[in-house]
C-alpha cells in the first residue's frame, strides 16, 4: 500500500496495508475508495493519496460536482418557489436555499435574490438520497463571506474540479502571484467554478484566463504565464 | 498479415502469430461539454464515446435506489434503426455491469456513441471507447470491462479483432467483454455460424487478447494523469 501511494490507479485494483491512526486504530477513505468485504477497491481512475495519519483518497479530473457537507459552492438562482429558492449547483439536482438562511434575514424582511443572481453559499445537507440545501449563513448567524454576488462588473468561469482544489491549496501561488499585480476579488467555489472582479473589465478578462489556463502548469510555468499576461496587459 | 498491438508508440507484437490485434489507440478528455470523452481507434475502426453525468434524468425513468444508464448509439450515416437498438441495449447490459450504480440513485448517465469509421470490430471498439469515456468522466465504477471481437474464417482459422473485409469472408464473428478484474466474461455476442469447441477456442483467444487491452487501459489512464504524479 505505501508503495501505491502518489501512484496512479484504476477501477478494480485492490489496495491492503493501509496505515491505521494510533489512537483509534481506524482507516478513512476517501472518495474513489470503497469498501467491499475485507477488500478495499478503487472505483475511479486517478492518483492515490495519503494525508497522515490515516485518510486515503482518489485525486482525480472530474468535471461533475458530488455535493459533500460544508463545502463552499457558486450556485445560480433558478427559481424561487414559496420560501425556498432553487439554486443550480452543478449537481445532479438543484439545491434549496431557504430565503431565512441570509444575515439579518426575518419573515418580513426577505433578502433581496432575484432570479439569475450568483450566490456564494455553504452546503448544510449533502447527501446521494437527499436534495441539498444550501445556507448564506455560518452557525453564529454571520454573513461571513457568504451571500449573494452583486451582479457589477464580474465574471464567473466554468472550471474542472480539480483545478478548483489546486488553487485553493496552500502549495500553489497562482492567486497571491496575480493579486500581487492586478487587485481583484473572488469567490472560488468547490462545484468548479470561480467568480472574479477586478477595477475594470480587462483586468477581469486576464484574472479569469490565467486562472482558467493554469491547471496543468506548475508554480514556475504559472508565474511566467502570468508575467506574459501582464505584459500584454501594460502594453508590452 | 502482420499484425501488430500497439501501445501508444511503442509497438509490441502478442505471442501467438494468429492472436494479434490492430494497433490500439486512445485519446482521452477530448471533448471540452462532456463530463468525459474518449476515441478509440482500433486499425481503421473509430468510435468517439461521451458520458454526461451522473446528472438529472426523465421522471419516467428514474430508478429509486440507483442511476438510470442510457446509452445513444448514433451510427456514421442515417438514423438508428433496429439493430442499432439491439446495440445500444448491449452496450447498457456491458456498462451496467461494471458501473457502481447505486452511489448516485435517482440520477442518470449517459452515453453517446458516435462511430467514425466502421472498419470491422466495431463491437469491441464501442465497449472499450464507453469504457474509457467512464474512466474519463470518474463516475464509480466495480472495474474496467475491455472487449475483444474474433472471426471464424471458412478454413477453420481464428482472426482477433478483424476488419471488414475479414468479417465479410468469415463464417462467424464472435465478441466478447471481460471484466478487468478476474477476466470474467461480462458479454457476448456472437452472429454465424460455429461448433462449441470452436466458441471455447475463440473465448480462450478472446480472454488472452483482453489482458492486454486492460493493461493499455491503465497506461492510458496513466498517461493522462502523468503530469499531477
Known sequence: MADSVGKVVIPGDILSEFRASEKTSKVALGPGLRQEGEEVLVTKGGILRHKEPNLYWIDCHQRRYIPAKGEDVIGIVTVKSGDVYRVDIGATQPATLSYLAFE?????????VKVGDLVFAKLLVANKDMEPELVCIDSGGHSSGYGVIPADGGFMVHTSLNLVRKILSPNCDILKFLGKNVPFETAVGMNGRIWVKAKTPKDTIVVANAIASSEHMTNAQIRTMIRQLLDKLSGF | MQRYYSVGSN???TDETSALLRSFECEQNLLSRPDGSANVRQGDTSVLAAVYGPGEVKMSEEIIDKATLKVIFKPKIGLPGCAEKLQERLLRNTCESVVLAVLHPRSGVNIVLQVIQDSGSLLSCCIN???MALVDSAVPMKCLVSAV???VMEEGRIVLDPDSKQEKESSAVLTFAF????????TCSTKGCYTPEKYQECLSAC?????NISSFFRQAVERRMSKEL
Open chain 2, 207 to 211: 480472454g488472452a487478447a483482453s489482458r
Open chain 2, 149 to 151: 471481437t474474433c472471426a
Open chain 2, 179 to 186: 471484466d478487468s478484474r478476474e477476466n470474467n466474461v461480462v
Open chain 2, 129 to 131: 471507447a464507453a469504457c
Open chain 2, 11 to 13: 509497438m509490441a507484437a
Open chain 1, 104 to 112: 439579518g434575514a426575518t419573515k418580513r424582511n426577505r433578502p433581496n
